[in-house]
T-cell receptor, first 109, second 114 residues
Framework: RKEVEQDPGPFNVPEGATVAFNCTYS??????FFWYRQDCRKEPKLLMSVYSSGNEDGRFTAQLNRASQYISLLIRDSKLSDSATYLCVAPDNNNDMRFGAGTRLTVKP | DTGVSQDPRHKITKRGQNVTFRCDPI?????LYWYRQTLGQGPEFLTY????????KSRLLSDRFSAERPKGSFSTLEIQRTEQGDSAMYLC????????????FGEGSWLTVV
């Protein structure tokens, strides 16, 4: 099992749709998690951190389920500008921050 | 600009040549990371430094790769005898404090080995 696994995608959704991505992690002792956004051929940029049960920032909500060892990212009212790859980050068993392979989202008019 | 900076941004080299990338982290950050990313994949952890000490190295980091952070500030990543499989974007990142703090990335150094 990979240390951080994400929905493979791609997700193609219309503007205004709600879309959710899941990410599972293997280190049950992990305390902090992140979602990054990465545009094509650009560096990853922090979208949200998830330290406890969840976090909400405008149209974006991140939730943590410790029992099932997954985090999710919910995007409401999708905009064209939300089109990007979304990367999940969690500590591995050595406490190194590991990235998932990313989930690609395309929001269409 | 007070972000993480990387140099060069793009490098094309012939197979067998050595290349070196430099990273200047955010000034107050004590942790510095190197990742590698190929198209369609997430960033793969290579190594990280806590100040000048290299605390972790991935199995991905073969003997041809070496990273240094001699004074706990900037870092270099050298690849010796480059191979075509080394073609990737090499990302440097930094953070303040321990594991679990936000990691900030530079814009990356693109390497193409021909």
């Amino acid at each position: 099992r990979k240390e951080v696994e994400q929905d493979p995608g791609p997700f193609n959704v219309p503007e205004g749709a709600t879309v959710a991505f899941n990410c599972t992690y293997s280190n049950s002792a992990s305390q902090s998690f992140f979602w990054y956004r990465q545009d094509c051929r650009k560096e990853p940029k922090l979208l949200m951190s998830v330290y406890s049960s969840g976090n909400e920032d405008g149209r974006f909500t991140a939730q943590l389920n410790r029992a099932s060892q997954y985090i999710s990212l919910l995007i409401r009212d999708s905009k064209l500008s939300d089109s990007a790859t979304y990367l999940c980050v969690a500590p591995d068993n050595n406490n190194d921050m590991r990235f998932g392979a990313g989930t690609r989202l395309t929001v269409k008019p | 600009d007070t972000g993480v900076s990387q140099d060069p941004r793009h490098k094309i080299t012939k197979r067998g040549q050595n290349v070196t990338f430099r990273c200047d982290p955010i000034s107050e950050h004590n942790r510095l990371y190197w990742y590698r990313q190929t198209l369609g994949q997430g960033p793969e952890f290579l190594t990280y430094f806590q100040n000048e000490a290299q605390l972790e190295k991935s199995r991905l980091l073969s003997d041809r790769f070496s990273a240094e952070r001699p004074k706990g500030s900037f870092s270099t990543l050298e690849i010796q005898r480059t191979e075509q499989g080394d073609s990737a974007m090499y990302l440097c990142a930094s953070s303040f404090g321990g594991t679990g703090n936000t990691i900030y990335f530079g814009e990356g150094s693109w390497l193409t080995v021909v």
